[in-house]
């Protein structure tokens, strides 16, 4: 990154508007996932990792997402606090008031019954068929000054040293970790979803809908229905200035409205992935695939969640108001 000419995303509210469309991205071509810095399901920080395997709730909560959520909450708000102290207080606005949601959906939104299959009639008619919708740009700052690599490295290392000693590498590991939670899953779940899904497809042709069946496609078909208009925000052509620091503001909100034809066959979708049963055979599976990758990684989990606990507490009471 250019350290003379920041971009910066406002930080997003609890209720994220883009997060359905960001999961049927993850679903579409049933091939494609964000592993890197993704991260999973929080809960409260223990010594020691509670069973999982006779439980019926998420394993994958046992990553402390939450707590990733108030280390970065921290982090967010000592930086931006030290850059409108040293002569950038346009900063000053992007200072978030309380976590993102961002590390506890990645992981534990990704991959779900109710994306694959719609979660309600209601869902079903309100998102329709088509994939590949992407959310508003968020707020950004551009800063155009020589000046400002020298308080970026200097503010980043302040934040950082705030928290204690190699807190950032601790976080790097943990982020890793969560890649490879991540890629447990997909590998093996991404394979059966696709023939569960034909199941679906077969109920909707064997009522007489207008279907063809697709593997590759985001619901396992194509269809001659309508679509709605696809939502498409203006392109961003970056920084307009030269100097200074300039402030582009966030996209408004656009939302997807599906046809009626395509609602429809959405709801059609929706009831067949009920009667064929599908739906409780890839939560199961979801769940044990979920077991069974959080076993593979127990020690390291162990090894790992007090150190974000401890960092997450030492978050906490830099960003109490």
């Keep these: 990154m250019n350290r003379n000419r920041l971009s910066l995303a406002a930080p997003a509210p609890a209720s994220d508007p883009a997060a359905p469309a960001r999961r049927r991205r993850y679903l579409a071509g049933l091939g494609v996932i964000a592993?890197?810095?993704a991260a999973l399901a929080g809960c409260a920080a223990d010594s020691a990792l509670a069973p999982v395997s006779e439980s019926s709730a998420d394993p994958f909560e046992i990553y402390l997402a939450e707590d990733m959520d108030a280390i970065h909450l921290a982090q967010d708000t000592l930086?931006?606090?030290c850059y409108a102290d040293n002569g950038y207080p346009e900063y000053e606005a992007f200072i978030p008031e309380e976590p993102a949601v961002q590390w506890r959906a990645d992981l534990l939104d990704q991959l779900t019954v109710d994306d694959a299959f719609f979660e309600s009639v209601q869902d079903a008619t309100a998102r329709g068929l088509r994939g590949e919708q992407f959310g508003p740009s968020p707020a950004k700052v551009f800063v155009h000054d020589d000046a400002f690599e020298a308080v970026s490295e200097a503010c980043n290392t302040k934040a950082w040293a705030a928290l204690g000693e190699n807190a950032e590498q601790s976080l790097?590991?943990?982020?890793?970790?969560s890649s490879k939670l991540a890629g447990g899953l997909a590998d093996r779940t991404f394979e059966a979803l696709a023939p569960l899904?034909?199941?679906?497809?077969?109920c909707l042709i064997d009522a007489g809908d207008p279907v063809t069946p697709a593997s590759g496609e985001l619901y396992g078909f194509t269809s001659d229905v309508e679509l709605g208009t696809a939502v498409e925000y203006p392109e961003r052509s970056g920084p307009k200035q030269a100097s200074g620091v300039e402030i582009i503001p966030a996209?408004?909100?656009i939302t997807y409205a599906p046809t009626p034809a395509e609602a429809a066959l959405a709801m059609k979708y929706y009831n067949c992935s009920l009667e064929t049963g599908v739906r409780d055979e890839f939560?199961?599976?979801i769940l044990e695939t979920k077991k069974?990758?959080?076993?593979?990684?127990?020690?390291?989990?162990?090894k790992s969640n007090p150190r974000i606990?401890?960092?997450a507490a030492a978050a906490r009471e830099l960003t109490v108001r």
């Design 309 to 311: 606990a401890e960092l």
């Design 79 to 81: 930086r931006f606090q």
């Design 292 to 302: 069974e990758v959080v076993a593979e990684h127990a020690a390291e989990l162990e």
């Design 283 to 285: 939560d199961a599976l």
């Design 172 to 177: 790097i590991d943990y982020n890793r970790l």
């Design 251 to 253: 996209d408004v909100e």
């Design 35 to 37: 592993l890197g810095a």
């Design 197 to 202: 899904q034909q199941e679906v497809v077969q």
